[in-house]
């Protein structure tokens, strides 16, 4: 009975040990957006994430420099390795953001780089050789709300606005050891009626699938009632009762930055790392990147089928037209026939019920 059922065995259900060591062998990547102005502990929060100092050279500007400082972008890549697993981590960070006093045109530098990243993704997959394509898309993107305020500003509802269908925003109240307990509660439920208000998309966490254990599922619901995470960041390490931790000192006693009565830090690093990093880059492939790729393939039928037009007009098309003609003339037939193909189905479709 054994012989038999041994050879009756396909073999498919080793299919998810051939994913994972394919996946391990290739690495993943991760780009991660920071946006808030300076002062806020964001290049602190970033090496205490990932325990590391991205930012080793970094010149710190004085009060002249800033007040006619714009908006920049700074590209900083690590590879990680943990338990074999290769993560190539890219940070882009944005000094200068917020720090000028005309702050108006700050949010262009971040969505004119995620729209560029983008359009080079675009192209690569349009081109001849997609096997080895670098992506370099933002998959998530942390927002620094300053502490001191009693809710988001005008500058931080102008920027969210202008990114939330672009990329995943996190939302973090920065140095949250300046406010106490209820402070940061009311501070939270103030961002959240505004972002409500202004009907600005942050990333939704994935409800749980039901055959999750009970352990994950109380983690999800903790995640998300934390949401937006008051954090504190800190390289330093101090002594504590015998023990080592990751803190703040203070006159009146130690912050420790991995107490989740102290600071949401633990929840973040488990929600960006540990669980939802995956489904960060899938929301951004099958969601915002899809939604930027929609309006490509219009844009360019739209100038096909004006080029067309005018060719039509003017002159019949012959061997003097340009290869970009032709290829747009391609697309939009293609284009013509998948949505002729589509409407004949749903015909069917209408038919059948």
């Known amino acids: 009975m054994s012989d038999r059922s041994d050879r009756d065995y396909i073999g498919f259900a080793t299919l998810p040990d051939q994913v994972h060591r394919k996946s391990v062998k290739r690495g993943f990547d991760f780009t991660l957006m920071v946006v808030g102005e300076s002062g806020l502990g964001k290049s602190t929060l970033i090496n205490s994430l990932f325990l590391d100092d991205l930012y080793k050279n970094r010149k710190i500007p004085d009060v002249s420099e800033r007040i006619q400082k714009t908006t920049s972008i700074e590209k900083k890549t690590m590879e990680i390795e943990e338990r074999g697993v290769k993560l190539r981590l890219t940070v882009i960070d944005t000094p200068g953001f917020g720090d000028a006093v005309n702050c108006e045109d700050s ?28 992506d370099n898309r933002v998959h998530c993107c ?12 005008q500058m931080d509802l102008e920027l969210m606005k202008r990114l939330h269908q672009k990329v995943n925003i996190v939302v973090v109240i920065a140095k949250a050891d300046c406010l106490t307990s209820s402070e940061i509660a009311k501070l939270k439920q103030n961002i959240i009626n505004d972002i409500r208000e202004h009907e600005i998309q942050m990333y939704e966490f994935p409800e749980c699938d039901s055959d999750e254990d009970e352990e994950f599922k109380q983690q999800d619901r903790e995640l998300k009632a934390s949401v937006p995470f008051a954090v504190v960041g800190s ?16 006159p009146w006693g130690v912050v420790d930055v991995e107490n989740p009565k102290h600071s949401d830090f633990i929840k973040l690093r488990t929600m960006l790392i540990s669980t ?24 360019i039928s739209q100038h096909a089928r004006e080029r067309g037009k005018l060719k039509r007009d003017s002159a019949p098309y012959d061997s003097d ?33």
């Not at 995620?114 to 670098?134: A, H, K």
């Not at 942390?142 to 500003?153: D, M, N, T």
């Not at 290869?323 to 939009?332: G, P």
Request: aromatic share 10%; proline share 2%.
């Open 107 to 134: 949010w262009k530098v971040c969505t004119n780089y995620i729209d560029d990243q983008f359009r080079q993704y675009f192209t690569d997959e349009s081109g001849l050789n997609r096997r080895n394509i670098q």
């Open 142 to 153: 942390l927002y620094f709300v300053p502490p001191w305020g009693h809710s988001l500003r």
């Open 235 to 250: 390289n330093t390490i101090l002594e504590v009762a015998g023990r080592k931790v990751r803190g703040r000192q203070y």
């Open 276 to 299: 939802h990093m995956q489904d960060l880059k899938d929301v951004t492939e099958d969601v915002h990147y899809e939604n930027f790729r929609a309006q490509c393939i219009s844009q």
């Open 321 to 353: 037209c340009s290869e970009t003609d032709r290829l747009l003339l391609q697309k939009d037939q293609e284009i013509r026939r998948m949505q002729e193909m589509l409407n004949q189905m749903q015909e069917k479709l209408k038919g059948n019920a």
